[in-house]
């Protein structure tokens, strides 16, 4: 217990305090904004009301909107993690010519569809496609621009998972698909439980696709309906807007949670080679 | 991926592309006595949302009613509302992408000021060309002026929904403290900046709030630039060309560079996201002095129940005045007083499968029984006459805009270059703002007008 | 090489679904975006009714352009100080300090730093606001200096400060377990022989986890060079000091309705994206 030591330790905890407020004070607006009878901007000591609950709980689309969301992301969602996982493992496994390129060239183009000049390629062609209005289709121009990066973050799960546990299987007569299923997903399970997530929280804040894609207020999701929350002059409804913020945040951390629980939340965890 | 797959995926592209430009029409007595109709209206507004009164309204009184007119006439009439309710250039677009596509509803809610951005494009048409014949009573309720909203090029292509009016708004209350008369009306930009160095004297108070730089958008442009623009005799657009860097453009910076240079107003405000807002919280705050603003301030912001920047005692603290020009006889038209109007109107989409009935539907939205029903009790300047004699009467504040603005005021030119010039007009007073000379700043303001809209076109 | 016993038929079976998605969804409108790139192509006016390809002038006309050298400037600033020096220090930091902490501080710092993360943009918009706007922020009520507006007066660090704070769960998750990775007997050893923690980390830790920095790096750095986020705290004001890339194609393209123009900068952006990757793939090569 040298005096360098203990300094050492409290430079140690200073310095996780700072970094813990760092993360911690935005945070505050979440919990004080809903409750205040006056909510702005800034931070400020709430006076304390529901009447803001009860408002947003009174918004004919606010609650409709929530489970748009939910039903537009599981799909978006579950489409990029099985495909992603399906390719990835594919990809890490067998060598097809040209792979790295292919995958940096997917990623490279990721950006340009996930940026607002490709909106009237992708109005036109959902338009030829008979997609326009369909939370389906949406699902699917998101998960088509979520798909390259999953697939790249997963094949490095997939590469790390032991060749000798499927080696073992295919002693044992399991088939590809039974390998598959059995043996390299549970060991990559956290990695896909993370792309899972990452995938979920990617498309639950996408604006512009579904805005342009769904045409009907009673099909669109949450991250459109909080643009509507403004007057005709571009004025902010604050009484709603911090309550929706909050029942808006709630399903991710509730995801992140759960899946942190069950499966664990890790990149190339629980994989001791 | 193989050489023929991406080679097909550009073929696809250029073929696609290919159809981008194109727009139809057709025979404008199509499908006229169909007895069963599908009409579609869409807005940028939403229940519980962005101007949800308006959306209340063709959702609970417009659609029952007019489904029961038609079934009186033995037509099945199925409206639906496609809903909105977001930033002004995302709706837009979204419309813009729906016309280019042929698709779009039947009749579609727009500003006035993108009239000519659409016509110019072909994507909307001249009304007769649309519907045929255009006559209809309600033209006659409908001041030319206010007319004026939906027409370009000399051609009407839809109905104007209603319009504003600009004032210069002041607290009462600062006025008194600052030794200032409660019945303000200012004669002179200096009369304003003189009222503006009372002010001054009073603790923790910004005295005027004249909106500039980019970040407040147009609302910089229409509740700045151009009523200063308007009270220096020349407006931005005249005989096809956009103003310069005119003596008049140099007056208006110069008139920038006072209040900001000259701490009447506060710089940094002008550039936060939320300036405008936090311009309208900190006016209910009587925290600032003279804050020119439309009637929608009066309406919507400083309501006493429902503004987002709610006044109790509004009434009895909040007075207006006539924006002045640089001095008496020098604004526009050789006027005292000067303000800048705008609004939105409703066209009918080229594509309609029903042209006649949209044009029905069309004078049905602007009845006087369906205007003053639009209104739910409130009042505000709508596009027709009668329904304003009916309902103005009880507020003082629109009666004046009525009465006094309406008469010497001026609407944008809406042409497509139009938000071009806005934004370089933007640009110049964030310029002056951060401290730049007004003359430099009128140069690289013409620059920018060149750039933006060629050598030809700048006066 | 196929332990799986997966046959090169049926792995394509398993790539397939996922390209054929891709090809639809993202390769064939990033081409066509490509394409409008080289037209005057505009989303209303004259121009929307007839658009001529222009060839390259949109391009030429983006690099005489100083706004868009201003936003590249911008872009890169905002790259490197909030993504590859910010997330990636702060990230490897945290990861480094919780192994040796109590789980419960642990979990707790994880925690904040992930939800940090995924809370959706929008409502992060606000949270910030909250914290540098004037007069009410908590910052500025922090240090006692509430005339400040942070995101005015100081808009680019104001921004990399907020994306590290958005960012920095990746890293952290990446680094935490790259570093489990790391043979505890060499930590050891590094530990008898009196090894400082800087020396630690450089010459027994680094070796193991370059390919994980290499690869966070080009994630987190491809994924800020394209957020939209900044749009939501500033609109890249004031006077375009924090416009970056995506901002201004997002301005010219929505609110100036060049599309042609802004799918150009667009173009423009994915050089520049993969001018990053092509530096990663060096690296990583010189690794191997």
């Known amino acids: 217990m040298s005096p360098l030591w203990i300094i050492r330790r409290i430079g140690f905890y200073v310095l996780i305090t700072v970094v813990l407020a760092f993360f911690a004070v935005p945070m505050l607006w979440l919990a004080s904004a809903p409750f205040d009878a006056k909510p702005g901007l800034g931070l400020r000591w709430p006076d304390w009301t529901l009447r803001n609950v009860v408002a947003t709980f009174e918004h004919p689309y606010a609650l409709t909107s929530l489970v748009n969301s939910l039903v537009l992301c599981a799909v978006a969602t579950v489409v990029t993690t099985v495909l992603a996982a399906l390719a990835a493992y594919a990809l890490s496994r067998v060598r097809i010519p040209g792979r790295d390129l292919l995958l940096y060239l997917l990623l490279l183009l990721s950006s340009v569809v996930t940026g607002t000049a490709a909106m009237v390629p992708i109005f036109v062609m959902m338009l030829q496609l008979g997609l326009i209005n369909s939370q389906f289709g949406t699902a699917l121009v998101i998960a088509g621009g979520m798909l390259p990066a999953a697939i790249f973050i997963l094949k490095d799960f997939m590469d790390a998972v032991p060749r000798s546990y499927e080696e073992s299987a295919r002693v044992f007569g399991a088939s590809p698909r039974q390998v598959l299923a059995h043996v390299v997903l549970p060991v990559a399970r956290p990695g896909v439980a993370t792309i899972f997530v990452w995938a979920f929280v990617n498309a639950w804040g996408n604006f512009l696709l579904p805005f342009l894609l769904l045409r009907d207020v009673g099909q669109q999701p949450a991250a459109v309906l909080l643009r509507t929350l403004y007057d005709e002059g571009g004025s902010a409804n604050l009484t709603v807007i911090p309550v929706f913020s909050l029942l808006y945040s709630i399903p991710v951390v509730v995801l992140y949670l759960f899946v942190s629980k069950r499966y664990g939340f890790r990149f190339h965890g629980g994989i001791k080679s | 991926m193989g050489r023929t797959k991406v080679f097909g995926l550009l073929v696809a592209c250029g073929l696609l592309a290919g159809c981008l430009g194109q727009t139809q029409s057709g025979d404008q007595a199509r499908n006229a006595d169909a007895k069963e109709i599908t009409l579609t209206i869409v807005a940028n507004a939403a229940v519980g949302g962005k101007n949800a009164r308006g959306a209340n309204w063709i959702q609970n009184w417009v659609i029952p009613r007019f489904t029961e007119v038609q079934k009186a006439k033995g037509v099945t009439a199925t409206i639906k509302f496609e809903q909105n309710g977001t930033g002004d250039e995302d709706f837009k677009t979204k419309v813009a992408l729906d016309l280019k596509t042929g698709g779009g509803g039947d009749i579609i809610e727009i500003d006035g000021i993108w009239l000519g951005e659409f016509a110019q494009a072909g994507q909307i048409k001249p009304l007769d060309e649309v519907v045929g014949d255009t006559g209809w009573d309600g033209w006659n309720q409908i001041p030319e002026a206010v007319q004026g909203l939906g027409e370009f090029d000399g051609k009407r292509y839809g109905v104007p929904m209603g319009t504003d009016g600009r004032v210069l708004f002041y607290n009462r209350k600062l006025f008194a403290q600052a030794g200032l008369p409660a019945d303000w009306q200012p004669k002179s930009w200096q009369d304003v900046l003189d009222a503006g160095a009372k002010l001054k004297s009073l603790q923790g108070v910004t005295p005027i709030q004249l909106n500039a730089g980019s970040a407040m958008g147009e609302a910089t442009t229409m509740q700045g630039v151009l009523p200063a623009l308007a009270g220096t005799g020349r407006p931005v657009y005249e005989n096809g060309k956009w103003q310069g860097d005119s003596a008049q453009v140099k007056d208006v910076l110069a008139l920038y560079r006072k209040i900001y240079g000259g701490g009447l107003g506060d710089p940094v405000l002008q550039q936060e996201a939320n300036g405008r807002q936090r311009s309208f919280t900190l006016f209910s705050e009587n925290k600032i002095g003279v804050l020119l603003e439309s009637d929608y301030f009066w309406r919507s912001v400083v309501e006493p129940k429902n503004g987002v920047a709610a006044m109790a005692d509004r009434d009895a603290a909040v007075g207006w005045a006539l924006v002045p020009a640089r001095e008496p006889k020098a604004g526009v038209g050789g006027q005292d007083f000067v303000s800048m109007s705008g609004g939105g109107v409703r066209v009918i989409n080229p594509n309609t499968q029903y042209p006649r009935q949209a044009w029905e539907f069309m004078q049905f939205l602007n009845s006087a029984e369906a205007v003053k029903e639009s209104l739910a009790g409130t009042a505000q300047l709508t596009q027709r006459q009668d329904v304003n004699d009916q309902v103005l009467g009880g507020d003082p504040m629109l009666s004046f805009i009525a009465e006094k603005v309406l008469p010497i005021t001026r609407y944008r030119p809406g042409l497509a270059d139009y938000p071009k010039v806005s934004a370089a007009l933007q640009q110049a007073t964030a310029d002056v703002v951060s401290g730049e000379s007004p003359d430099d700043v009128a140069r690289a303001y013409r620059e920018a007008l060149v750039k933006a809209v060629g050598e030809q076109n700048v006066g | ?288």
């Open chain 3, 1 to 288: 090489m196929d332990s799986s016993g997966l046959g090169v038929r049926r792995a394509v079976g398993f790539v397939a679904p996922a390209l054929l998605l891709i090809g639809i969804f993202l390769v064939f409108p990033a081409l066509w975006t490509l394409y409008i790139g080289i037209t005057n192509y505009q989303l209303t006016g004259a121009a929307a009714a007839n658009p001529q390809v222009v060839g390259l002038d949109n391009l030429v006309e983006a690099v005489r352009d100083p706004l868009f050298t201003n936003s590249v400037w911008l872009t890169a600033l905002f790259v490197l100080f909030s993504a590859v020096i910010g997330q990636n220090v702060l990230g490897f930091l945290l990861a480094w300090l919780l192994r040796s902490v109590s789980p419960w501080l642990r979990r707790t710092t994880e925690g904040l730093v992930l939800l940090s993360w995924i809370l959706p943009s929008t409502v992060v918009a606000f949270l910030w606001f909250a914290v540098l706007s004037r007069d009410t922020g908590t910052l500025g009520l922090l240090l006692g200096q509430p005339e400040t507006s942070w995101l005015v007066q100081y808009p680019m660090t104001s921004l990399i400060v907020f994306n590290i704070w958005r960012g920095t769960a990746f890293s952290m998750l990446l680094y935490t377990s790259s570093l489990a990775a790391v043979p505890p007997s060499q930590l050891e050893t590094a530990r008898l022989v009196g090894a400082s923690g800087w020396q630690t980390v450089r010459d027994v830790v680094f070796p193991h986890i370059r390919g994980h920095v290499l690869t966070n790096t080009l994630l987190i750095s491809l994924w800020t060079a394209n957020d939209f986020t900044p749009f939501l705290l500033t609109s890249g004001g004031p006077n375009h000091q924090s416009e970056v890339l995506p901002v201004l194609i997002y301005r010219q393209a929505l609110e100036g309705g060049q599309l042609g123009y802004a799918s150009a900068m667009s173009m423009l952006l994915l050089v520049g994206n993969l001018a990053i990757a092509l530096v990663y793939l060096r690296l990583l090569r010189r690794r191997a």
